[in-house]
T-cell receptor, first 114, second 112 residues
Framework: DVKVTQSSRYLVKRTGEKVFLECVQD?????MFWYRQDPGLGLRLIYF???????EKGDIPEGYSVSREKKERFSLILESASTNQTSMYLC?????????????FGAGTRLSVL | KQEVTQIPAALSVPEGENLVLNCSFT??????LQWFRQDPGKGLTSLLL?????REQTSGRLNASLDKSSGRSTLYIAASQPGDSATYLC???????????FGTGTRLQVTL
């Protein structure tokens, strides 16, 4: 079975802190994604990576950065956390080939910024 | 810009009923459409993926259809069970086959 693991289920941070959210997948997927999910707004794509060291902005990249140094790991970084970044963060991965690009999701990290 | 809409936002049905969840999208130039299930506080689980060249996909009691010309997809759940209670999301690919635009979901409750 495909496994996408997010390092924390719950995080509480203070305004201004630098926050790292880690995601690891074990299926040799080329693509990895970070989303945030908010009530009434659904899932919104923050950043996307299609290969090691490659990244592409999603719909809401402001206030976030990412790092992909190894194929299996994709990190989301909040440079200076703010209260409006309180949300559920979901990581996903998929193959690049169009016929097999089902996205597999981690369990999510619920981040609270106080 | 692709927009995906799911109506209704919530649905309650008695156990054993067959039901249909609706998904509409504005841009018919999609590579595929995916249906996911999300349990409260959890991540998403892929249910079905329909390629743009396909009309439908089936998995057990689930059947998803795709009509690109009308911008619609439906998820049919046969003989619903309380364990089917969850939020169901559809997502349409955009630009490339990889990136998805999600609807806001239909929260389904199956009652005893």
């Amino acid at each position: 079975d495909v496994k996408v693991t997010q390092s924390s289920r719950y995080l509480v941070k203070r305004t201004g802190e630098k926050v790292f959210l880690e995601c690891v997948q074990d299926m040799d997927h080329e693509n990895m994604f970070w989303y945030r999910q908010d009530p009434g707004l659904g899932l919104r794509l923050i950043y996307f990576s299609y290969d090691v060291k490659m990244k592409e902005k999603g719909d809401i990249p402001e206030g976030y950065s990412v790092s992909r140094e190894k194929k299996e790991r994709f990190s989301l970084i909040l440079e200076s956390a703010s209260t409006n970044q309180t949300s559920m963060y979901l990581c996903a991965s998929s193959h690049r080939r169009s016929g097999q690009n089902i996205q597999y999701f981690g369990a999510g990290t619920r981040l609270s910024v106080l | 810009k692709q927009e995906v809409t799911q109506i209704p936002a919530a649905l309650s049905v008695p156990e054993g009923e067959n039901l249909v969840l609706n998904c509409s999208f504005t841009d018919s130039a999609i590579y595929n459409l995916q249906w996911f299930r999300q349990d409260p506080g959890k991540g998403l689980t892929s249910l079905l993926l329909i390629q743009s060249s396909q009309r439908e996909q089936t998995s057990g009691r689930l059947n998803a259809s795709l009509d690109k010309s009308s911008g619609r997809s439906t998820l049919y759940i046969a003989a619903s069970q309380p364990g089917d209670s969850a939020t169901y999301l559809c997502a349409a690919s955009r630009g490339t086959a990889s990136k998805l635009t999600f609807g806001t979901g239909t929260r389904l409750q199956v009652t005893l």
